[in-house]
């Protein structure tokens, strides 16, 4: 084998999740590769385009020779976002059967499927979208290893409070966590926005052997079961809401590599040796920044903006953690899958800063 060739382990695959994505989505999931056809790098609000040529997966990490290493630069969209176009919506690629597959990502970088060698983990009732998944494979110590699904959507239709709704964005990272400790798994992180929520293995849905997430509509943050799960904020209640819609399989289209926090060195794997690296070291963000309050667009409401930046990439979204938990504000995991009661809203916070800041560090 090419050394340079990383090897997943068989039970990474056997224990993917499975995601219901919401039956009402107008946002469904996106191809990385097709993102970057529609939309220019900007420094801040100024175009880089005549610096660059067509941005695609091999090349996107030269943006960070521009805005102090790139943490400036924004992939803004070539289209108004407000006319909602096709490639926004993704719904070429909301999963389906495999005997209804169609060609395999046309025009862009083909991505091979994958399959657990010791479980049947592609069958008729798992759905496969045109649009890869992403696994990253992080060793640690202790027996370790924490297998990241990483799921992208072009666009995060933000949530609804007093009929105002807020947090609109280009580009949107959510993930899921199964962490595994000598071969065996243990725990589960669904994110939820800037945070998310943490379960034993043994809590949360699965069929087979297979944790089951839930995508909520237009957000996309992840949770552990369907129905509405409230927040309380000081103006009224904000609400995700998921349930039963279609089945995502990320074994059926995904890139896998590993990672290594210490070099950060991000490796193909045998289960897609192929697939492309430079994309993954973007420091940037992968939607439109914030538009001012001088555009037709943007509005503000309460301190919160209709429109805001798009979102770092999963680089920055704390691989090294030590605990399973995304933030570093304490880290609860639960041994069971509570009723979807009212919580406190977290509030907006800058851990993908700081998780920059303790890269440039290394």
């Given amino acids: 084998m090419n050394p340079s060739i990383a090897h997943i382990p068989d039970y990474v695959l056997e224990y993917a999740p499975l995601v219901h994505l919401y039956s009402g989505e107008e946002f469904w999931p996106g191809d990385i590769s097709e993102h970057l056809e529609h939309v220019d790098p900007y420094l801040n609000y100024t175009s880089l385009q005549s610096k660059m040529d067509h941005l695609n997966l091999t090349n996107l990490d030269d943006l960070n020779a521009f805005g102090r290493d790139g943490r400036f630069v924004f992939l803004q969209s070539e289209d108004d976002v407000e006319t909602r176009p096709d490639w926004l919506s993704g719904k070429k690629n909301i999963p389906s059967f495999p005997s209804r597959i169609a060609p395999q990502n046309k025009g862009h970088e083909q991505v091979p499927q994958m399959r657990s060698k010791s479980t ?10 045109d649009a890869p998944a992403v696994l990253i494979v992080v060793e640690k110590d202790d ?19 007093l009929n105002v709704r807020f947090g609109n964005h280009v580009g949107d990272w959510e993930h899921i966590l199964v962490r595994f400790q000598d071969t065996k798994p243990q725990a589960v992180f669904f994110s939820e926005h800037y945070w998310g929520e943490a379960y034993s293995y043994r809590a949360v849905e699965k069929i087979g052997i297979r944790p089951v997430g839930y995508s909520a509509e237009g957000t996309h943050a992840m949770y552990g079961t369907p129905g509405n799960h ?10 995700d ?13 995904a890139y896998a590599y590993t990672y290594d926090v ?16 430079e994309w993954f070291h973007y420091r940037g963000h992968w939607g439109d920044k914030f538009y001012p309050l001088d555009d037709p667009r943007q ?16 680089k920055f979204k704390n691989l090294g953690r030590s605990t399973v938990c995304q933030t570093r504000k304490g ?3 639960k041994n069971w899958m509570e009723e979807n009661t009212p919580r406190e809203w977290p509030g907006f916070d800058d851990d993908e800063d700081e998780e920059q800041n303790e890269i440039d560090e290394r």
């Fill in 120 to 129: 049947n983990q592609g069958s008729a009732t798992h759905g496969r979208s």
């Fill in 143 to 161: 027996g370790i290893v924490d297998a990241f699904w990483f799921f992208f959507y072009s666009y995060n239709l933000g949530n609804m409070v």
């Fill in 230 to 239: 409230e927040y309380v904020l000081p103006l009224g209640l904000l609400h």
């Fill in 241 to 253: 809401t998921t349930d039963r819609g279609p089945m995502w399989d990320p074994l059926l289209n």
């Fill in 262 to 277: 210490a070099s950060q060195e991000l490796r193909p794997s045998n289960v897609t040796p192929e697939a492309p690296t």
């Fill in 299 to 314: 509005y503000q409401f309460a301190g919160q903006y209709h429109y805001v930046n798009g979102p770092l990439g999963p």
């Fill in 331 to 333: 880290c609860i995991i």
